[in-house]
Every structure is written in C-alpha cells, then in structure tokens.
C-alpha cells in the first residue's frame, strides 16, 4: 500500500529550492537532505553494508516501490527525486529533481553546500552513473505523481453551431428539390458535426 509523502513532487521542490545556499553539518548528507525534502524517513541499510546511503534507496525503491530508470538527464521531471551509483566511495547519489537537466543538490558547489546543479556535470564530475528516479520509494511513500494526461478537447461551440447549421440547411435543401446531392451534403454535414470539425 502506497501513501503520499508529506510533500510530493513540486512541493518537495520548493522545500529544496529554500535550502539553496545553506550549509549542511557534514558533507555527504545527499540522501537525508533528499528524504527530509519529501518528509519521509530514511530507506535503511538494504543491501547490508552498514551504510544507508543513496544506492541502498534506489535498491530497495526498485524492488519494493516504483521507480523509472533512465540515464537521461532531460527526461526527469521536476519534483522527482533522482538517483545515481558509483561515486568515489561507492554511495551513488541523490538529489531533487528542477526539470529540463537540473536539479538542487547537496555537495555541488563544494563540501556541504546545497545548490542547483545540471544532472550531467554531476554525473561526469563525480564518476557517478545516472539511474533514473523514484516515484513510490521502498517503503511506500509517494515521492512523485506523473501529471494526469489532458482530457481530450470537446469541439468548441461555434463549430458545432456552424456544422448544425450545414446540416439544417442541407436537409431542407433536400427536401425542397428531392435530390441525392443534397442528402449526400446533409450526411457530410451530419458526420462533421459528429466530429466536431
């Protein structure tokens, strides 16, 4: 069963976006800064190793939660939290995600410092290895909600009104003279105003 976090997606962003500039008490903090931006715990230790680092999250989200992989940097929207392995100590990464490339993360413009960075000059300066991001996190918690897709438009009225309108007249017309013609117009005029053109 999944809950939504304390602040999904965009609210998790202007929870980062207040933190650019602040100095963290130690570097390294990337994963609870992430976490403390959606106002959830922490993932644990899952692989084991004593370290409840940025890997173990992204681990543990993929077996138990939700999560889109992508080594895309563009293809992250804004709000999601983002993952990455490697690293010099092995701990991967993690950070909010701005959209179009971006994010705001801890350590980018030098040790502790929480600032926004482009995706790819991390993933290069670092030697990190970009994952994708998490939607539903291990533990269950709605980090990001993809957008509803936008209803289909309904034809506006004055098309309508204007397709009715063919059809009235070609009806009468119809009837008027008795011609194949005009029922051929008024079935056109029948099938435009179905399909709202």
Known sequence: ?????????????KRAKARVGTRLAAAGYCQM??????GVPASGDFDGDRDADAVDAWKKARK??????????????????????????GHGHAAVSLGEGRCVSTDAKGPRTVAVANIDDLTRSWGL????????????WTL???????????????????????????????????????LRQAEAALVAARDGK
Do not use: Q
Not at 157 to 178: D, H, I, M, S, W
């Open 1 to 13: 069963m999944t809950k939504n976090a304390p602040r999904v997606g965009l609210a998790a962003v």
């Open 33 to 38: 800064f992430t976490r403390e931006c959606y």
């Open 64 to 89: 138990h939660g939700r999560v889109v992989v992508t080594n895309n940097p563009r293809a992250i929207p804004r709000g999601a939290a983002v993952y990455w392995s490697g690293g010099r100590n």
């Open 129 to 140: 290895n970009l994952l994708g991001y998490v939607l539903v996190d291990g533990n269950g």
């Open 144 to 182: 990001y909600r993809p957008a509803a897709p936008a209803p289909k438009a309904k034809p506006s009225r004055p098309r309508v009104r204007k397709a009715l309108a063919g059809v009235r007249n070609a009806l009468e017309g119809a009837k008027a003279k008795n011609t194949k013609k005009r």
